[in-house]
């Protein structure tokens, strides 16, 4: 059987990060944790982006959730499973993003994004302001956590984040790939992109514009709060820098750099995007500078990113072999 | 028997400007009523009232029996009317075989089917292929419809409208945008597939007065958001003051 494209891009990352921590030093390998939650973030994101054609300013919130629900579940309740924490942080952000999406979706372009951007402030203002509720500027503790009812105790948190969880992550994106991959080529997958196309014309031929929205916002507000638990895990603590509104720009940034218009865009776009930061910081104090100039430079000379990049290479590739 | 689509009294006001006035109007089974009037006449605000895209200032829309005044575009669809627009309407970055398989999803409520996949649908595809092969888009279905030409592009518009087995299908200048000599081929291709696909009325808005000649079996003339004539077509075109109301001021165009 003759594999397509996707699979055997997905199979070949899959090994490639699977074989990672033989091959890198612990140090690169814990800073292989935050990819795993943005690129699962992003997977949703980008349903909304690149599938819906809706551009949030405010998706920071939802990976807030997950953080701010991790340092309940484990600070304040006590509890110890990972998993429970992640359907507890997802539940939790599809109830907040029910509302919030119901008010933003009757909106596109700029204002559906200034109006996410609000809600993220609204919610960064609530994070910082409410001390004695959320710790404020300190943030709340996210308490180290089982996987599958495993504990890894003799395990540090460093050898936990770079072993176990190393691979636990790695099973996360996959599962989020796959539902992800379901939803945008199933039915309600064609609706989003008819309505992202053509919003009126859609509506005539029976697409529930403001309900698909909806669903759609709901789902990428989901795979935020599980990106979220990862963050916020990894480094212990929930934070409300995680909910400024330079998190949601990072994560447009991302979704821009590895290509929206790519199933895979969003992933290589995280990965490209923490691999870059860190090398660009270990480098150079004026790495902000460096890194706006790249995204101009791929806004302006490859607006499909760098998976667009890839898809160009391979096709010139197919070409000359023809 | 119950007009397939009808008004009665229909009237559409913005602030003082009456776009519409007094409207009854029926469409039957078997028919194909045209609508022709000069620019401002109030027909795409008729058209627009008839797809319940518009809320009427006064009178009333029915559908087969129920009213559907206001309704909006998707509650029509479900119901059994469907609209074709007068300046095309395509999705860009969708293939001809997902636009039509948009509209077949709906009509086969498969729109809330979240992780079954699309592809592997033999029911859906089927429909899509025999949609396609009415109107003659099968070597066209993986073509991404913004490289499709003008004629492709306004077919598959009317196309994705068919797919969803309208009963009533109103077509808003089905021809515009597209050469005079294709003009008759696309008519002929609408007509002969809205038959095999079980419509049973078509309202057809037209500037052109040899197509509406040719193919309406009833025309209902507005000027000046009024009903100036409801009369079949050997009438209608015997009447010189009344086709130089309605297409007078067109000449020059």
Redesign the interface.
């Known amino acids: 059987m003759k594999l397509s494209p996707a699979a055997t891009a997905a199979i070949g990352g899959t090994v490639i990060l699977a074989a990672l921590p033989l091959v890198l030093p612990p140090y690169y390998v814990g800073l292989m944790i935050p990819f795993y939650g943005y690129a699962i973030a992003l997977l949703g994101f980008n349903l909304l982006f690149g599938y819906t054609g809706l551009l949030s300013f405010g998706h920071a919130m939802f990976l807030g959730v997950g953080a701010y629900g991790a340092a309940v579940m484990t600070g304040v309740l006590g509890f110890k499973s990972f998993e429970l924490t992640l359907l507890a942080a997802v539940a939790a952000s599809a109830l907040i993003a029910l509302p919030v999406g119901f008010l933003c979706v009757r909106y596109t372009g700029i204002f559906f994004g200034m109006l996410t951007l609000a809600f993220g402030m609204l919610f960064h203002s609530f994070l910082f302001k409410f001390y004695s509720v959320t710790g404020g500027d300190s943030g709340m503790r996210v308490a180290r956590m089982n996987i599958l009812g495993l504990g890894f105790d003799k395990y540090n948190k460093i050898e936990f984040l770079a072993g176990p969880f190393y691979y636990y992550c790695l099973a996360l994106l996959l599962i989020a790939g796959l539902i992800m991959w379901r939803l945008v080529h199933s039915p309600f997958g064609l609706h989003l992109r008819a309505l992202r196309d053509n919003a009126r014309k859609a509506e005539y031929l029976g697409v529930h514009v403001h309900r698909c929205r909806l669903a759609a916002f709901v789902v990428s507000a989901m795979f935020g709060a599980v990106g979220g638990v990862i963050l916020g895990f990894r480094v212990g603590l929930a934070d409300p820098e995680l909910v400024y509104w330079t998190q949601s720009g990072q994560l447009v940034f991302m979704a821009v750099l590895g290509g929206f218009t790519n199933f895979f865009g969003p992933v290589i776009g995280a990965l490209s995007y923490i691999l870059l930061q860190d090398q660009l910081q270990s480098l150079t104090e004026y790495w902000r500078f460096v890194l706006g100039a790249v995204l101009a430079l791929i806004v302006i000379v490859f607006p499909e990113g760098i998976s667009g990049i890839a898809v160009e290479f391979r096709r010139r590739l197919g070409g000359t072999r023809a | 028997m119950t007009p397939l689509l009808e008004t009665r009294g229909l009237g559409k006001a913005y602030g003082p400007f009456r776009a519409l006035e007094n409207v009854t109007m029926t469409v039957n089974e078997q028919e194909l009523v045209s609508v022709v009037g000069p620019n401002g006449a109030g027909k795409t605000t008729l058209v627009n009232l008839l ?1 319940g895209l518009l809320k009427p200032s006064e009178g009333e829309v029915r559908f087969m029996g129920a009213d559907i005044a206001g309704i ?3 509650a029509l ?2 119901r059994g009317l ?2 074709a ?1 007068q300046l095309i ?6 293939t001809t075989a ?2 039509i ?3 077949v ?3 086969q409520n ?10 592997a ?1 033999g029911e ?1 595809n089927a429909r899509v292929r025999e949609v396609a092969d009415i109107f003659g888009l099968t070597h066209r279905l993986d073509t991404v419809t913004a490289a499709l030409s003008q004629g492709e592009k306004k077919l598959l ?1 009317v196309a ?2 068919f ?2 087995d309208p009963k009533v299908i109103l077509l808003d200048e089905p021809t515009s945008g597209v050469a005079t000599a294709d003009k008759h081929g696309i008519m002929q291709t609408l007509i002969a597939a809205a038959k095999q696909a079980g419509v049973k009325a078509i309202v057809l808005v037209e500037h052109d007065m040899d197509l509406v000649a040719a193919y309406s079996s009833r025309i209902i003339a507005l000027s000046a958001g009024q009903v100036l004539a409801d009369l079949p077509p050997d009438r209608f075109f015997s009447d010189p003051h009344l086709i130089e109301t309605v297409i007078g001021k067109r000449r020059g165009h």
Request: net charge positive.
């Open positions: 797809t909006g575009p998707v669809a479900e469907a609209r627009f309407q395509i999705f860009p970055k969708l997902e636009t398989a948009a509209a999803v709906s009509r498969k729109r809330w089917r979240l992780f079954s996949s699309l592809s649908d859906v518009d994705s409208a797919a969803l």
